[in-house]
């Protein structure tokens, strides 16, 4: 168990909707990261967030949006969703913020169909 | 530039035997190569990483091979078990910037 929860585990809903996936960091990290991981494309980083800021930017869509609350959980929001989004989304968590290549510890991940 | 190739994309290997996954990246700038290990329904989880000012890292029967020149690094897992079946993903990225993933490696080992 890495200590990182992510809710819910598995979400089901249909095109054109909005959804919100949440992470709890291990206690003590300050970053939350969020990827998804599909077949095609394997594991991409989407967004970084290092003490309720945004610290870096990956190849996250703009209906994309993501924050990191003061309790330092962090909500990842997708909207008008498309088919092409049904992966799994993943949240890490690390102690620091400037350094990616400090160990990251990934949640269970959050498994999102959209029919 | 920003990707890394990884091979095969399914392996399968007999208990005992000596499982080997390879890597390979275009930017030079790269200098932390991680592995990542994955089991079904789980989030991948740090198994062992490298940096390129040495060739060789092992860590009991995980061994990373890292060659400069080539561009190219693998993972080992020597006296490969049934509980090592897991997807493996070799990682690369550069100082202050994203980790690049390989497409993943699905590893059987047979009983």
């Known amino acids: 168990d890495s200590g990182v929860t992510q809710t819910p585990k598995h979400l089901i809903t249909a095109t054109g909707q909005r959804v919100t996936l949440r992470c709890s960091p291990r206690?003590?990290?300050?970053?939350v990261y969020w990827y998804q991981q599909s077949l095609d494309q394997g594991l991409q980083f989407l967004i970084q967030?290092?003490?309720?800021?945004?610290?870096a930017k990956g190849n996250i869509l703009e209906r994309f949006s993501a924050q990191q609350f003061p309790d330092l959980h962090s909500e990842l929001n997708l909207s008008s969703l498309e088919l092409g989004d049904s992966a799994l989304y993943f949240c890490?968590?690390?102690?620091?913020?400037?350094?990616?290549?400090?160990?990251?510890?990934f949640g269970p991940g959050t498994r999102l169909l959209v029919l | 530039q920003q990707q890394v190739k990884q091979s095969p994309q399914s392996l399968i290997v007999q208990k005992g035997g000596i499982s080997i996954i390879n890597c390979a990246y275009e930017?030079?700038?790269?200098?932390?190569f991680p592995w990542y290990q994955q089991f079904p329904g789980k989030g991948p989880a740090l198994l062992i990483a490298?940096?390129?000012?040495?060739s060789e890292k092992k860590e009991g029967r995980f061994t990373i091979s890292f060659n400069k020149s080539a561009k190219q690094f693998s993972l080992h897992i020597m006296d490969s078990q049934p509980g090592d079946s897991a997807t493996y993903f070799c990682?690369?990225?550069?100082?202050?910037?994203?980790?690049?993933f390989g497409k993943g490696t699905r590893l059987h080992i047979l009983p």
């Open positions: 890490a968590s690390s102690v620091g913020g400037t350094d990616h290549q400090e160990t990251q510890y």
């Open positions: 206690s003590g990290d300050l970053s």
């Open positions: 967030y290092y003490n309720g800021e945004e610290r």
């Open positions: 930017n030079t700038a790269f200098d932390y």
């Open positions: 490298i940096r390129p000012d040495v």
């Open positions: 990682a690369a990225s550069r100082l202050d910037d994203k980790i690049i």
